[in-house]
C-alpha cells in the first residue's frame, strides 16, 4: 500500500491535508463552483470536512485506494487533487480549486505532480499504466487542466456521473504511462465554454 508522500513542484506543494487545514476546507467547499462540478456535500458544513480529513483520507492512502493531496501555494491551502478508485493498474484524478486561485496555473502544476507520481514505478509511485478523468458536461475548467496534463479525448457518457442522488452526462478521457505529456489537441470546441452555475 503506498505510504502518504509530499510532492513538490516550483511553486505548489502537495501533502496530505492535516486537522489544522479543516477550517479552510469547510470553508472552500462552501464555493458554489465547487459544489456545482463536485460530489462534495452541499451544503458543505464544518462536519464534513471533519470526517474528510480523519477518515477519508487516511482510509483512503492505507486502503491503497485514494492518494489525496492538500494543493498549497505559498504554504496557503487553495486546493484539493488526488488518483481515486486505484484497482487494476489504472486511477481516476479529480480535483478543485478555491476561487482566488484560479486561472493561475496551479492546479495545472499540481496535476503534473501527481501524474508523474502516479506513473512513476513502485516504490517511488503506484506505477499505473493508464489514468482517466472525468468531469460533468460543463466543466470547462477541469477540461482545461486535463487537456494541458495530456490526457486524451474520449468522449461524452449520457448520465455516466452521480451526484447527489441524480445522474448527469459526462466528459471522459485518459492518458497512458506512455502517451506525451503535452496539452491533447484532439478536444472539441464545447469542452473549451464553461456552462454557467
Given at each position: 500500500m503506498p505510504?502518504?508522500?509530499?510532492?513538490r513542484g516550483d511553486r505548489v506543494v502537495l501533502s496530505t491535508p492535516t486537522e489544522?487545514?479543516?477550517d479552510r476546507i469547510a470553508e472552500v467547499c462552501s464555493d458554489p463552483a465547487i459544489a456545482r462540478w463536485?460530489?462534495?456535500p452541499a451544503p458543505y458544513l464544518h462536519r464534513h470536512a471533519v470526517g474528510f480529513v480523519t477518515?477519508?483520507?487516511p482510509d483512503g492512502w492505507a486502503s491503497g485506494r485514494v492518494c489525496t493531496w492538500a494543493v498549497r501555494d505559498d504554504a496557503a491551502l487553495v486546493g484539493m487533487i488526488s488518483i481515486g478508485d486505484i484497482h487494476?493498474?489504472?486511477?481516476e484524478i479529480g480535483y478543485w480549486l478555491a476561487p482566488e486561485a484560479r486561472g493561475r496555473g496551479v492546479m495545472s502544476e499540481a496535476a503534473r505532480l501527481v501524474i508523474d507520481y502516479g506513473f512513476a514505478p513502485a516504490p517511488q509511485g503506484l506505477?499505473?499504466?493508464r489514468m482517466v478523468w472525468r468531469a460533468l458536461v460543463g466543466n470547462a475548467a477541469s477540461a482545461a487542466v486535463a487537456r494541458r496534463a495530456g490526457f486524451r479525448w474520449e468522449g461524452i457518457v449520457p448520465q455516466g456521473a452521480e451526484q447527489r442522488g441524480e445522474r448527469f452526462d459526462e466528459?471522459?478521457?485518459s492518458m497512458g504511462r506512455d502517451d506525451p505529456r503535452q496539452p491533447a489537441g484532439d478536444w472539441p470546441d464545447v469542452s473549451f465554454v464553461q456552462a454557467p452555475l
Open positions: 505510504h502518504p508522500v509530499e510532492l489544522a487545514d479543516i463536485t460530489t462534495v477518515k477519508v483520507v487494476g493498474h489504472q486511477g506505477a499505473l499504466q466528459w471522459r478521457g
